[in-house]
């Protein structure tokens, strides 16, 4: 089955920097890669993703690159803010409708002011 | 907005009570899926349902069983709680074939089993 690992598990920034999280994947027939963010005492949500026909996907600060060649994909959040700071988590699946997501450990992001 | 509403925000039980967690979503959708959250280990996948009376096994199901006897309820039991799955319990629903695939996650439910 699908294994996703991510990178690093803790990472603080200075505010106005820019924090990259990176996941690998395992299964090559896997198409969906999403992102989502935890706040402390909420529930994930979905913030970005990007599927395997796409390299890369931009929303305002964030953006996702993706690599199928190497099996990995990066999720890339400029000029943070303290409102960044949360747990991250990607996910990957082959999504048919029968294959769930597969998420990867979680980064803490610390946005520093 | 879609909701999903998971019972209890804490819970706290004694070894080997059976414990039941429950889960409603408002929006109709096909999917649900039970995750656990522990510190370090992110989300695991416990079971999920992709329809009324249906069940699939995730990557964690030792200790854990499910009910989806209607389609905005999926249940989620521990027939003899143990400490070890003390742990943060997130529900989850996914509509199908809509070519959206965002998870609608629950509040979740933090459990002690002492």
């Known amino acids: 089955g699908e294994n996703v690992e991510q990178h690093p598990s803790t990472l603080s920034v200075q505010e106005g920097d820019s924090a990259v999280i990176k996941c690998t994947y395992s299964?090559?027939?896997?198409?969906?890669f999403p992102w989502y963010k935890q706040e402390l005492g909420k529930r994930p949500q979905l913030i970005i993703d990007i599927r395997s026909n796409v390299g890369e996907k931009k929303d305002q600060r964030i953006a996702v690159t993706l690599n199928k060649t190497a099996k990995h994909f990066s999720l890339h959040i400029t000029e943070t803010q303290p409102e960044d700071s949360a747990v991250y988590f990607c996910?990957?699946?082959?999504?048919?409708?029968?294959?769930?997501?597969?998420f990867g450990k979680g980064t803490r992001l610390s946005v520093i002011a | 907005d879609v909701k999903v509403t998971q019972s209890s925000r804490y819970l706290v039980k004694r070894t080997g009570e059976k414990v039941f967690l429950e889960c409603v979503q408002d929006m109709d959708h096909e999917n649900m899926f039970w995750y656990r959250q522990d510190p370090g280990l992110g989300l695991r996948l416990i079971y999920f349902s992709y329809d009324v009376k249906m069940k699939e096994k995730g990557d964690i199901p030792e200790g854990y069983s499910v009910s989806r006897e209607k389609k905005e309820r999926f249940s989620l039991i521990l027939e003899s709680a143990s400490t070890n799955q003390t742990s943060m319990y997130l529900c989850a629903s996914l509509p199908q074939g809509h070519g959206d695939e965002k998870l609608f996650f629950g509040s979740g439910t933090q459990l002690s089993v002492l």
């Open positions: 299964d090559s027939a896997s198409n969906y």
């Open positions: 996910a990957a699946s082959l999504w048919t409708g029968n294959t769930p997501l597969v």
